[in-house]
């Protein structure tokens, strides 16, 4: 007497369940980076055809009327280089600041925030928007 089952299991992978979980992950992703803003105040950058990287960074803005921010906190200039100190902490590995200013504010004004960076050994990056 010959004793066989009828069900026999084939070796084959379903993707498909795969596929919708990679789909969900990525309208996660995308619905999530949507909701990160930078601190930052609002200004007319100038433009670049270059992309920049957002990363964590103190950010010093400069608006066209000469008045300085550090991460939307309004800074007189005299105490700009204590408060960039303060913010970025004394870690001295990734100290990092973003300056942000406005098309029609002096270059030497952000070299003046610039030059505080270089004296301090923090990275600087020039924050411009996209074409």
């Excluded at 084939?10 to 309208?27: A, R, W």
């Excluded at 000469?66 to 004394?90: A, D, F």
């Excluded at 300056?99 to 004296?119: C, F, G, H, Q």
């Amino acid at each position: 007497m010959n004793i066989r089952g009828r069900n026999k299991v084939t070796p084959e992978f379903n993707m498909s369940s795969m596929t919708d979980i990679v789909f969900l992950l990525l309208i996660f992703f995308m619905i999530a980076s949507t909701l990160v803003s930078a601190e930052a105040i609002d200004l007319l950058l100038p433009k670049s055809s270059s992309k920049t990287t957002q990363s964590k960074s103190v950010t010093v803005s400069i608006t066209k009327n000469k008045e300085y921010y550090v991460n939307r906190k309004k800074v007189r200039k005299s105490q700009l280089e204590r408060e960039i100190l303060n913010k970025v902490g004394k870690n001295k590995i990734g100290r990092s600041i973003t300056l942000r200013v406005e098309e029609s504010v002096p270059m030497k004004d952000a070299v003046y925030v610039m030059d505080i960076a270089n004296r301090n050994r923090i990275k600087s990056t020039l924050a411009v928007r996209a074409k």
